[in-house]
């Protein structure tokens, strides 16, 4: 799909519409040029962001894809009116008013579901989460591991601080992480701090080949990064996770998303229930 | 909408249909139960969803709300099908088909937006992002500040590095974050670092009150934590802050999401157009 855009216009911060529009346009090969305009909370903005589309629309001689997530009547009926020449898929009025009829209430027309975030104690424990993430990160501290819901393991530069981050951030998990060293190969046990905690970690490998990679642009040449210790480590780490019943996955060909929707499937099924 | 539950059904990891699900409920009132079921890529499996499905179909006596984003059409048959006693919407048929008509092409019946991106480009930026992001948390660093995207700079514990964080997970933005300190008050100017950067230096504040709440978690009955010594520190950076002219907004009644999207539409309005 060259030569046509896709907008997300929004009264919040637009990541629902961009979110949801995005793995609609996943089932198509092209990858359009993508335009978020969060904040569209009144009427003037509104026109603002049509008189951008109709001008995209000349240009690309198409009407650009317009994905809407507008709860304010007024300003939705700016973007849908016949005026916007762009194709616009409103996607609060297909599903809220169904949803009105078998609920047998009307929706409350609150705009941005982030907006009162804030305030609630769900939010508060992801920013706990987040710093109890940040304060074990690596191996940083075995202290309050008793805390943790999660203990991400395996080698340098597997993908535990990135998950370990995304698991605070997204699902407020208290996500440790800790590295498995060649002296832990040595000794031919886990660390032992990890011990009493074994049922909740969980590990992460990685291909030698991208693991040497990856170690070789932050140190070229080392021996760190050299393919054959990687290939030494991951095998030494994979043996001791089967050896100590630690579940693992391969990180090498997973999202971020993926891995933590996997950790929290093993590990914590409670978790996708709230 | 006590005894109702909500269920997420994906083949992929379920973000997008709980995203999208969560901010259709958000217009409702009350909260019900919800339910992520991620990786439902056989008809086994969606089979064991759709028994879970109608066990609490009949233990509320009320049709569970089901939101899916199947690719697969036979797995989808399952759900969809008169046999789940859920009542389902259907994300990806709604909006899918008119786009195949609009673009005049089939789409691909991928599964998994997430699946590809292990491999991508924009994913190694957004691991980068979440490094350099680490390395320069809370001043850690002043080197390489020019990589940065964006510098955020506040008193201590406004907020700075959650949307760090998040910039860089989401947004693959390489977000810096700087502690204004008392000393830099009783300096009356910007940490020397920052001067060469000011046009990618945005600011959080936030009300004393609430600082001093959160500063007393960390430290209880400190100075640092007093509501005095937090009202002068908030009004000495937010003095700085204008008089630099540093863009900077209040953290205090605003999610992470909103605060990031608000960053971005002011420093980097560029990364909202891909």
Redesign the interface.
Known sequence: ?PN?SVFFVSD?????AE??G???L????AKP???????IDTEDKARQVVAEINQVADQEGK?P?VFI?L?NEDIRDVVTNTACRG?V?D??R???E??ER??G?K????V????D???SQE?DD??EA??FS?AH?DGQSSRNLELADVILVGVSRSGK??TS??LA?QHGIKAANYPLIPEDFERNKLPSALAPFKAKCFGLSIDPGRLAQIRNERRPGSKYAALENCRYEVNEAETMMRREGIGWLS????????I???IL?DIRPDR???
Request: aromatic fraction near 12%.
């Open positions: 799909m046509r919040g911060t637009g990541i629902t979110t949801f995005n793995s609609i996943a089932q198509f090969t040029r993508r335009v978020r305009r969060p904040f009407p894809i997530t709860v194709m898929l996607m609060f297909t599903f809220v169904p949803l078998e609920f209430i929706s409350n027309h609150r941005g579901r982030f907006s975030a804030a305030k939010y992801r920013i987040i710093n940040l990160d601080t990135p981050l995304y951030m990180s090498t060909h997973k999202s971020i998303e993926e933590a929707t996997t499937r996708l229930i709230y």
